[in-house]
């Protein structure tokens, strides 16, 4: 099955900075709208960051200014970047994208990666 692959994950001290990329393992519809989940131990996935195929972006308040989203309509690729980093960042990382066609949603995620900041 078609899905999204991350990479760029790992440990990082605070205040350091990481980024992650995400591509289509296979050949996907296109992507109207890609994006950045978390989820740490114990906690509910939440939003990190989208963007939408206009390159509109859209973050959580806990990472504006900090962490900047960019997709590649054409590829299908998004990535994350990642500064100032904090303990509370740290999560598996999932990507995801929604495409939609003849007026099915379809959507894409990612196994995860890991991201750890610690000292």
């Known amino acids: 099955q078609v899905q999204l692959v991350e990479s760029g994950g790992g440990l990082v001290q605070p205040g350091g900075s990481l980024r992650l990329s995400c591509a289509p393992s296979?050949?996907?519809?296109?992507?109207?709208?890609m994006g950045w989940y978390r989820q740490a131990q114990g906690k509910q996935r939440e939003l990190v960051a989208t963007v939408n195929s206009g390159g509109r972006p859209n973050y959580a308040d806990s990472v504006k200014g900090r962490f900047t989203i960019s997709g590649n309509n054409a590829k299908n690729t998004v990535s994350l970047q990642m500064n100032s980093l904090k303990p509370e960042d740290a999560a598996v990382y999932y990507c995801n994208g929604v495409a939609l066609n003849m007026g099915v949603r379809y959507d894409y995620w990612g196994q995860g990666t890991q991201v750890t900041v610690s000292s």
């Open positions: 296979g050949s996907i519809f296109s992507l109207y709208i």
